[in-house]
């Protein structure tokens, strides 16, 4: 019973200040304030509060636990009076049962309780041993090698607790406080970098759910505090044997959010090997959301006559509701976005001496002097001709750079007799071949049947036309009519020559330009090896390209250098919103939600209507439990196959199991089997199961259900056997699950 004057505060305190929401800030930013001035939190509380009894000032993570069980006392319609949270020595009762400290060989003694499992209850004893995981191993050697494989594969800490570790009732977050303390205590002498490096083990493997927004936000708060004050964390950047805050703080956005495990949800891919609860002080709502055997449909019927009435016995409709549907597992489809990597690039040079894609315009143009087909010195000497034998030398030195081929277009200005210029092209087009052909000759380089492909164009009015456009000759606009009016080019000519006044101008500054060869050089660079991208990537990625990061990815297999790589591309190139998709894509699989969506978010605003991040963000809030917004999402993300299965989620938890099932076709998953079987097809759903590469404990499970619904009590045995050795903790959902009422003795549940 607690003491009469501790008591009596949280009642002064309710009379003082009565908005719960407040007390709970209050006392938190003034523990925070205590810890960095060193002061009293008695002395820091605002003037208006009751006097702190000395009891409270021990523990201020206690206090808050009051505080949140006055708070749920309320949410519940109840009286906050007699509200009392768990006890801490009854939490470390359970953290020593859980843990077996025979297992733990911390570096110095740690006290013994007297407070063990056994001496609980049987009521409440059996309660958390459903919610817990199959207990240790009760060996009482310690395995140094098997420990230290433990730690290494992430199984365990050095302080020796079994990871990852769990609360599906967070309540303020008791439990992990009480860890933070042991963890600290086994470090007190350890290494300082040993001691941050176990401590960042420890914060990255927390799961702590909570449906309630006011305990998640103050249970990240409590544990942020707790390890300040236990010397874990720093207040600000990293220090000697400390984490820094805001390291910490992203740590418990990522372990603590807020959920209903009652309902299914968990947003966690890694299964708990230690799960610690509050199960008596659990909500009272809490005590039949989700829970098969907690709810019953009757049918009551009084009699009435005169002023006498007589109750008839209630008549049993139900016991319990069928939560097959909640099976349902969140197996969402995540969506990368493809990188446009061709190891093998086509270019050619253009006007500047740069490289662009084919079809750009042509570095090389060789002019000639009137009815001459022959290629000057001069002509040799230009930038364009510079480019192309700097061209030549790069291929003939690097075998990454080939030659693919020449096309050479000749002209001839629109001026003589048509078939002389005709040949006349044709002349050009071969001078400019044999100029070529030489200076590939000189660089020692040898060229392929078919390397040369000429084209004579005969005269050019096309260009004569543009030129003439573009010039300021008196008469051009009625020398551009002519050309609209005639198509016979000797006409033309001939109307031209007697309309324009200075025939010599259109000599002097449009006929030269056009009589002329335009070489276009085509090469391809070979890009990296796989290799190579692999170095460049892990190491210098800022040296490749978009593509060439992206792809890189791909030739990982491990995801958390692949989420490097990706995420060296999004810094790099923060504007193609591809690295940040799939960084965001890498995270999911990592586990961590959060920093996936802030990737994904990146990603759209860059790209609003990209299909892959519309898709990914609609997963992520479908996964929240906000099925409207991600079906939403899924519209507009459009089609394709993770869209699809994702839609087909979305329809099982509306209860559309057609719609779930056309989603979904083309794969084989336990979800698909959970439709079918709910749409009535459980001979289909079997087969589904049976063909899946799916050894969960819930397909097992599923299994069970479908030989069930068939009349397989044999099949309803060995599925259920199988679902159990896999997953321990699904035996008391197989006990009340009304699908198995016909076969309960078989089961011997």
């Known amino acids: 019973m607690m003491q009469n004057g501790v008591s009596g505060w949280y009642a002064r305190l309710d009379r003082c200040l009565a908005d719960r929401n407040k007390q709970i800030d209050i006392w938190l930013s003034t523990w925070e304030q205590s810890l960095k001035s060193f002061q009293p939190i008695a002395a820091l509380l605002p003037e208006d509060w009751p006097t702190l009894p000395a009891n409270l000032l021990t523990d201020p993570g206690h206090v808050l636990d009051h505080l949140l069980a006055r708070h749920d006392a309320e949410s519940d319609g109840r009286s906050p009076r007699g509200a009392h949270p768990t006890p801490p020595r009854l939490a470390d009762a359970v953290i020593a049962s859980e843990m077996r400290e025979t297992l ?16 609980l209850p049987p009521g409440f004893r059996q309660h958390v041993e459903q919610l817990n995981l199959p207990v240790a191993s009760q060996e009482n050697e310690v395995d140094n090698e098997a420990e230290a494989a433990a730690v290494e594969e992430g199984r365990r800490t050095l302080s020796g607790i079994p990871l990852p570790v769990a609360d599906t009732a967070t309540g303020g977050g008791l439990f992990h406080a009480r860890l933070i303390r042991r963890h600290a205590d086994a470090h007190d002498e350890a290494d300082d970098e040993i001691k941050k490096e176990d401590t960042r083990r420890f914060f990255s493997n927390i799961q702590l759910l909570d449906i309630d927004p006011l305990v998640v936000q103050s249970t990240k708060a409590r544990l942020l505090l707790e390890s300040i004050r236990h010397e874990l964390v720093s207040f600000g950047p990293e220090t000697p044997g400390k984490i820094s805050r805001k390291e910490m703080e992203a740590l418990l956005d990522e372990g603590v959010q807020q959920g209903d495990a009652l309902q299914g949800e968990w947003p966690w891919s890694q299964q708990p090997r230690l799960v610690l609860t509050n199960p008596p002080w659990l909500r009272i709502k809490d005590r039949f959301r989700g829970m098969e055997d907690g709810s019953r449909l009757e049918l009551r019927l009084r009699g009435l006559k005169g002023d006498k009435a007589v109750d008839f016995d209630p008549y049993v409709l139900c016991n319990g509701v069928i939560t097959t549907p909640n099976l349902v597992q969140p197996d969402d489809k995540f969506a990368m976005t493809p990188d446009r990597f061709q190891r093998t690039m086509s270019y050619e040079l253009v006007e500047d001496n740069t490289t662009e894609a084919t079809n750009a315009k042509n570095a090389v143009s060789i002019s000639y002097a009137y009815n001459s087909s022959r290629v000057t010195t001069a002509e040799t000497r230009t930038d364009g001709w510079k480019a192309m034998k700097e061209l030549f030398v790069l291929a003939a030195s690097a075998d990454s750079v080939s030659l693919t081929g020449v096309t050479i277009e000749a002209y001839a200005s629109p001026e003589g007799e048509i078939t002389l210029n005709e040949d006349l092209a044709t002349n050009r087009a071969e001078s400019a071949q044999n100029a070529l052909m030489k200076e590939l000759k000189r660089k020692k380089i040898e060229t392929a049947d078919g390397f040369y492909t000429l084209m004579a164009k005969g005269e050019d009015w096309n260009g004569f036309k543009e030129l003439m456009n573009a010039s300021d000759i008196a008469d051009k606009d009625l020398i551009l009519r002519v050309l609209e009016m005639y198509t016979d080019k000797t006409k033309r000519e001939e109307e031209i020559r007697n309309i324009a006044k200075t025939y010599s101008e259109i000599e002097d500054q449009i006929l030269p330009s056009l009589r002329r060869s335009e070489i276009a050089i085509a090469y391809t660079v070979e890009g990296y090896t796989n290799e190579e ?19 890189s990815a791909t030739l990982f297999d491990d995801v958390n250098m692949k989420y490097t790589i990706y995420a060296a591309c999004a810094d790099t190139y923060s504007s193609d919103p591809r690295g940040h998709n799939n960084a965001g894509v890498c995270l999911m699989e990592m586990g961590r ?22 898709n990914n963000l609609g997963a992520i809030t479908r996964q929240k439990g906000k099925t409207d917004e991600a079906a939403a999402l899924f519209e507009k993300a459009g089609s394709g196959p993770e869209v699809s299965y994702n839609k087909g989620l979305v329809a099982i938890t509306q209860g559309n199991y057609g719609a779930a099932i056309s989603n979904m076709s083309g794969t084989t998953t336990a979800n698909l089997a959970l439709a079918k079987l709910l749409n009535g097809d459980a001979s289909g759903a079997k087969t589904t199961l049976e063909n899946a590469n799916d050894d969960s404990a819930v397909s097992s499970y599923l299994l069970a259900i479908c030989s069930a619904r068939l009349g397989d009590g044999e099949g309803v045995k060995r599925n259920i056997t199988d679902a159990l050795t896999k997953d321990g903790t699904l035996r008391e959902k197989a006990k009340s699950d009304l699908e198995f009422q016909n076969f309960r003795s078989e089961l011997g549940l």
């Open 533 to 551: 991208l692999i170095t460049y990537a892990s190491s210098t990625p800022a040296t490749l390209t978009v593509e060439e990061l992206l792809f």
């Open 104 to 119: 733990i060989n911390p570096k110095k003694p740690v006290q013994q309780s007297n407070f063990l499992m056994s001496n």
């Open 593 to 614: 939600r959060n920093q996936a969506e802030e990737a994904f978010n990146s990603a759209r605003s860059l790209d609003p209507n990209n299909q892959a991040v519309l």
